[in-house]
Structures are given as C-alpha cells and as structure tokens.
C-alpha cells in the first residue's frame, strides 16, 4: 500500500478508536437496544413527553453510532479499492482512492468534535445575536459582514437560517440583528463564538484610504425545549411595540407589529420584528427570551462567566476574543485558542470550523493544533 494512503489509514483508524472509547461502545450498543425496546412498548406513549425523550435519545445514540458503522465500512471500502488499484497500477482508480479516504478523514475529525458536544443544550437550535460597537457605519458594516460570515457557515453545514430581528445602519450594514440556526448541534457549535470580535482594515468609507478599527459583538443562545421549565415573572419584563424596519414581509413599515421584550431584573433585551402580526412576535420574543435566560443559567452552571461578562461591558478594546486584520497584513487569529490563518477571505465567507473546533476542545480541556493554516 502507498505510504500516504496508510497513513490516511492509520489516522482512520485512531480517530475510529477514539469514537468507541468516547461511546463507550458496548455499552452504547446495549442502551440503544433497551431504547428500542422501550420505544416499541405501547404503554410508553401513555405519556408524550416521557416518549419524546425516549424518542429523542434514541435517535441521537442510533447517529452516532451509525456514523462509526459507516465510517468503518467506507474506510474498508477505500483500503480495498486503494489495494487493487495500486497492484494493477491504475492511477486514476488510486486518486478516487485517495479522495474518498480525505473524505472519511475529514468526517471522522468533525465526529471527533462532535462527540465533545455533550452539554445540557448543545444539540439544540441556536439564536446568534450581532450588535454593532461604536463607530457608526464602520461598526454597522463590520456588523453586517459578521451577520454574512455566520449565515454562510450555517448554510454550508445545512442549517436553517432566520431572520428574526433586524436593524439597519443609517449608511451600511446593521445595527443589531437576530437570526435562528436551526440544525443538529447548532448550539454546540456555535456557543463558543460569544464575545467582541475585531475587524482592522483600510475604510471603504474613508477618503484619506486610512486603516481603521472596528468592532462587534456576538451572543449566542439556545432554543429552550418546551420541556425545560423556565419561570418568568411577567411583572419583571417591560413589552415594547413599534414600527418593523429592514428586511421583511409585506407589513414591515405599516404597522406597529414588531415586539421588544426587556427583562428588568438581568437587563436582558429581545426584539422580533419576522412575524406577520404584534401576535406572532410576541410569541417569539417570548421564546427568544427564554432561552436568552436560560444561557445565563448555563454559564452560571459552568462557571463560564466571561462570555457574560463580556456582553455586559463595552464593545472595544480589551474585551475581544477574535482579531481580524486585513491590513496592513492578512490575519484572523483568535485570542483565547492563538488558532489562526491568513485565509481572512474564506473565513469572512464561513469558513470558522478551525475556530469552533478548537474552542470547543479547549472547553472541555482537550488540546488541538494552533494553526489553521493548510
């Protein structure tokens, strides 16, 4: 066998290994036959919620291992192909080879991660919230890229992007905006990019073409399951109605439907403007609410303060957690995992999975590659 070809092998292999370890694989594959089980008993669904979770749990342990099942059979499938190809000499047969164990190499990474994401909420849907800093429309455009960035990378993972709440710049960009990522592990993935970011760059809007600094905030939180009991005080939330603006449906502008919920106690303030009528908004303010809440609680149960402290401080200097140069140099370099890479135009168009996956390594105390950089 070609050298590169076992060492893509190998690499297979361990990250499969791993997989199972983190599984616990008999015992995974002992549990999902209890849930089966326990699925197929009638009198479960005397009780809904109970059956939802039962429901729910088994799907997640069924993914995940099938997804080792199939990283096993596919790498045979590649090793077998690559064998035959190269004892017959065919080097178009071994590239397709080599393409497909890339392929398996780069799934088994992702899964490696993914199996990290074991948090309370982390496979749930997620709201991420930009809020542009000082600076008028310079901030408003960086807001509005950072807006572009994580709705590219949602999309290229397959998730479903909303607009919930959306507020222009005077000039450029927006001001703040809301979006729903609703997909497996949204949450997960995306928890980890609350904070400042900061952009340095040469002004489009300047005359004089002089560099200047720009920032913006990201807060990210989960979609509260219904079955999470979240108890507000109506009294504590002041409910704020006014006119939609920005990107919408056919009443934006004309009535008075958007909805703006402030929960006094924690300052905490949520806005919908997607819905047709004041009804719908409220609703999802509401929910929007809850799970902004309920990520308070997370971080308090983490003992992971610092993103809130963040959000509670100004958006400037001292408290960013990413640095994006592109000028007088090309850079994006985060601040907590020193994980960079000069590629600022693919990472401006989603490419962030270096940056998650470090994160989120780093969260639970794992260790990952400095560089991004191919």
């Given at each position: ?138 901030s408003n455009d960086w807001a509005g890229m950072l807006l572009r960035m ?225």
């Amino acid at each position: 066998m070609r050298p590169d070809v076992e060492a893509m092998k190998a690499d297979i292999e361990q990250s499969v290994a791993l997989l199972r370890r983190r599984l616990d694989w008999d015992v995974a594959l002992r549990k999902l036959d209890e849930l089966n089980a326990r699925v197929e008993d009638p009198t479960l669904w005397d009780k809904p919620e109970e059956a939802q979770a039962v429901s729910r749990d088994r799907s997640q342990l069924e993914a995940k291992i099938n997804t080792v099942k199939a990283m096993e059979q596919d790498l045979e499938d590649g090793v077998m192909l690559a064998e035959m190809a190269d004892e017959e000499g065919d080097e178009g047969t071994l590239e397709e080879a080599r393409v497909l164990l890339r392929g398996i190499k780069d799934r088994a990474a992702r899964a490696e991660l993914e199996a990290l994401l074991s948090g309370e909420a982390d496979g749930n849907d997620a709201y991420l919230e930009v809020n542009s800093g000082a600076g008028g429309t310079e901030s408003n455009d960086w807001a509005g890229m950072l807006l572009r960035m994580y709705s590219r990378w949602a999309k290229a993972h397959g998730y479903e992007v909303t607009i919930e709440a959306y507020e222009e710049g005077e000039q450029a960009g927006v001001k703040s905006a809301t979006i729903l990522i609703s997909g497996p592990n949204a949450y997960g993935w995306l928890k980890s990019e609350s904070g400042v970011h900061r952009l340095v760059r040469i002004s489009p809007y300047d005359a004089a073409a002089k560099r200047h600094t720009s920032f913006a905030s990201i807060g990210v939180s989960p979609v509260v399951d219904d079955a999470i009991e979240i108890d507000i005080n109506p009294s504590d939330v002041r409910t704020d109605t006014y006119r939609a603006s920005g990107a919408g449906g056919q009443h934006i502008n004309k009535t008075d439907s958007a909805v703006r919920l402030t929960h006094v106690p924690t300052d905490t303030v949520v806005a919908c403007q997607a819905g047709r009528s004041q009804h719908q908004n409220r609703e999802q303010a509401w929910k929007m609410l809850r799970a902004r809440l309920y990520e308070l609680e997370l971080q308090k149960r983490e003992a992971v303060a610092q993103a809130l402290a963040d959000a509670k401080t100004d958006i400037g200097w001292g408290h960013q957690i990413r640095s994006y140069v592109l000028q007088p140099y090309q850079m994006v370099k985060d601040l907590r995992t020193e994980v960079e890479t000069s590629d600022t135009q693919g990472v401006l168009d989603g490419d962030l999975d270096a940056f998650m996956g470090a994160a989120l390594a780093a969260r639970v105390g794992e260790t990952r590659g400095s560089s991004a950089d191919a």
